[in-house]
Structures are given as structure tokens and as C-alpha cells.
T-cell receptor, first 116, second 114 residues
Framework: AQKITQTQPGMFVQEKEAVTLDCTYD???????LFWYKQPSSGEMIFLIY????DQQNATEGRYSLNFQKARKSANLVISASQLGDSAMYFC?????????????WGAGTKLIIKP | GAGVSQSPSNKVTEKGKDVELRCDPI?????LYWYRQSLGQGLEFLIY????????KSGLPSDRFSAERTGGSVSTLTIQRTQQEDSAVYLC????????????FGQGTRLTVV
């Protein structure tokens, strides 16, 4: 079964609009971490934001925020006031215990294109 | 070093040859991951190291693929008898191992099998 599901293979959004990228996850462990990464066409993987399973508040980093709904097991990334430079692949990942270590598990990604 | 270093950055090889890809993780990072990424696609998990051991090798696509890590540091991914479908970018990442520890990625090795 998929551990991390990103249901939107691609999205087109008008510049300056807000955009929500979906991510749902599956784990039975109470301790886990959720990450979002951005991969522009240059290929580098850029860490954006982190949410811990015990965090009471939704994580925010500048224009990025994470809409964490624990009961629904969703961790959607919200980008406010999108910019042309936000065009990239976006990956959601989860770290959960594996033999007391925490392995990263990745979603398939969403390709976001910002239109001028 | 300051970041995860991968070498070579580009490799063109003939079908049937063996190749070795190297990853030098961030000092002190005990977890190391290898991924494969085809153009415009997601990350395909290959193998995960914790120290020198590999608790998860489930992603290696065939017995032509192997990886090792020595001294809890440098890792090499070896592909024997390369095939054209092995052409991809091979990404290495390292991290500490607590829940909140982000993974740091290298720039990748672009492998082209001709």
C-alpha cells in the first residue's frame, strides 16, 4: 500500500494566486515527521518545511505553510502569493520508525507550473 | 564537507559495462539513501543505509545493482552490465535519524547508457 500519496500529478496556477498541494500519508506509528521538498528544473532538492506528528501548531516558513490534519492523515502544502519561481516538482515525504531508525518515504510528486 | 557530494556528476557508458557511483555524505549523518529519478518523474527508492548496514534494500531493481558503505561514511552504488533502462539521475541523500531531521541531497549523477 502507498505510504505517501500525492494525488495531483500536475497543476497549473495563475501567478499571485495561492496554491494547495495535496499529500496524504499512512502510518500506524504515533511518532513521525512530514516534509516537503521542492525540485526545480535544475534538479536540486530543496527542503521547504517540516511538521512533526506531535506539533500542536501548523508549520509555517515564509510563504509556505503546512495544513496538517492529523485525523485525516493529510499534510497539504500551501503556497501563498505564488511566483513564477515556484514552478517546480514538489515532493511530500514522511519519516517513520524502522527498527528504531527513521527512514524517509516519498510521494510521487506534483509538478506545479505557475502561469504569468 | 559542507554538503553531500556525488561523483561523477555525469557518466556516459556503453551498454554492458559496469559503473560505480560515489556518494560522500555530510559528516556525522548516519543515514544515507540512494534514489533513482528518470526525467520528470518521482524518486525511486533504491537502498537505505544506517551506518554501514542496509536495513532496507527493497528498492534495488535487480541483482545487477549493489551498494556498500564503509566507515559509516562514503557509499558506492555499483551497476553491473548496464542496460539502457538504467539511464537516469542517481541521487544520494544523507541525514541524521530523528523524526525531524531533514535529508540533504547531493546534486546527483546523470547516467547515460548508450
Amino acid at each position: 500500500a502507498q505510504k505517501i500519496t500525492q494525488t495531483q500529478p500536475g497543476m497549473f496556477v495563475q501567478e499571485k494566486e495561492a496554491v494547495t498541494l495535496d499529500c496524504t500519508y499512512d502510518t500506524s506509528d504515533p511518532s513521525y515527521g512530514l516534509f516537503w521538498y521542492k525540485q526545480p528544473s535544475s534538479g536540486e532538492m530543496i527542503f521547504l518545511i517540516y511538521q512533526g506528528s506531535y506539533d500542536q501548531q501548523n508549520a509555517t516558513e515564509g510563504r509556505y505553510s503546512l495544513n496538517f490534519q492529523k485525523a485525516r492523515k493529510s499534510a497539504n502544502l500551501v503556497i501563498s502569493a505564488s511566483q513564477l519561481g515556484d514552478s517546480a516538482m514538489y515532493f511530500c515525504a514522511m519519516r517513520e520508525p524502522l527498527d528504531s531508525n527513521y527512514q524517509l518515504i516519498w510521494g510521487a510528486g506534483t509538478k506545479l507550473i505557475i502561469k504569468p | 564537507g559542507a554538503g553531500v557530494s556525488q561523483s561523477p556528476s555525469n557518466k556516459v557508458t556503453e551498454k554492458g559495462k559496469d559503473v560505480e557511483l560515489r556518494c560522500d555524505p555530510i559528516s556525522g549523518h548516519t543515514a544515507l539513501y540512494w534514489y533513482r529519478q528518470s526525467l520528470g518523474q518521482g524518486l525511486e527508492f533504491l537502498i537505505y543505509f544506517q551506518g554501514n548496514s542496509a536495513p532496507d534494500k527493497s528498492g534495488l531493481p535487480s541483482d545487477r545493482f549493489s551498494a556498500e558503505r564503509t566507515g559509516g561514511s562514503v557509499s558506492t552504488l555499483t551497476i553491473q552490465r548496464t542496460q539502457q533502462e538504467d539511464s537516469a539521475v542517481y541521487l544520494c541523500a544523507s541525514s541524521r535519524t530523528r523524526p525531524g531531521d531533514e535529508a540533504f541531497f547531493g546534486q546527483g549523477t546523470r547516467l547515460t547508457v548508450v
